[in-house]
T-cell receptor
Framework: NAGVTQTPKFRVLKTGQSMTLLCAQD?????MYWYRQDPGMGLRLIHY???????AKGEVPDGYNVSRLKKQNFLLGLESAAPSQTSVYFC????????????FGPGTRLTVL | DAKTTQPPSMDCAEGRAANLPCNHS???????VYWYRQIHSQGPQYIIH???NNETNEMASLIITEDRKSSTLILPHATLRDTAVYYC???????????FGAGTTVTVRA
């Protein structure tokens, strides 16, 4: 049982490049989330999903797209990376909303030059 | 629209209890109090949560005041590995979102 895993762990992009971050969970959780964390700040929600085939916007969705084609995977895409998207990205999942905890992945550190 | 207020930092001696305060004076009746921590560069880790009763698990205890306007997370015997940023979060049961503030940076010293 690996929990929540994220790929890649580190990435450096040039402005305008695109990339996809992959989040995978093996706990059969319905809900999945993407957060970003800037230095010295708390986490902010980018997008989330309440089930396979569904996605919704969080607090800071601009510049990102997501997809949840399979229940266990949640992809975060950057179509045209900007330096303001330099951050650490965390994925999380939870079984239900009934007081269940969110389990977080180890993070992806992204630098956009 | 921060829902919680925490001190920015605190120190604790190894082996002693660490008491982390959190104010949530605008908490509503259907909101839980959650505590997470984040050890340097890692993903946040769930610690404990409660509604109105005190709670205890293998990691910590959560004491919620009777009026629910504040709470205290207690790490009974702090170790160096407990050095982390601790986040106090209030959340409605069916809310999809955890709203993280700045948290309290706890440094456990030998």
């Amino acid at each position: 049982n690996a929990g929540v895993t994220q790929t890649p762990k580190f990435r450096v992009l040039k402005t305008g490049q695109s990339m996809t971050l992959l989040c995978a969970q093996d706990m059969n959780h319905e809900y999945m989330y993407w957060y970003r964390q800037d230095p010295g700040m708390g986490l902010r929600l980018i997008h989330y999903s309440v089930g396979e085939g569904t996605t919704a916007k969080g607090e800071v969705p601009d510049g990102y797209n997501v997809s949840r084609l399979k229940k266990q995977n949640f992809l975060l895409g950057l179509e045209s990376a900007a330096p303001s998207q330099t951050s650490v990205y965390f994925c999380a999942s939870t079984r239900t909303l009934l007081g269940d905890t969110q389990y977080f992945g180890p993070g992806t550190r992204l630098t956009v030059l | 629209d921060a829902k919680t207020t925490q001190p920015p930092s605190m120190d604790c001696a190894e082996g002693r209890a660490a008491n982390l305060p959190c104010n949530h004076s605008t908490i509503s009746g259907n909101e839980y109090v959650y505590w997470y921590r984040q050890i340097h560069s890692q993903g946040p880790q769930y610690i404990i949560h409660g509604l109105k009763n005190n709670e205890t698990n293998e990691m910590a205890s959560l004491i919620i005041t009777e009026d629910r306007k504040s709470s205290t997370l207690i790490l009974p015997h702090a170790t160096l590995r407990d050095t982390a940023v601790y986040y106090c979060i209030v959340r409605i049961t069916f809310d999809y979102k955890l709203s993280f503030g700045a948290g309290t940076t706890v440094t456990v010293r030998a």
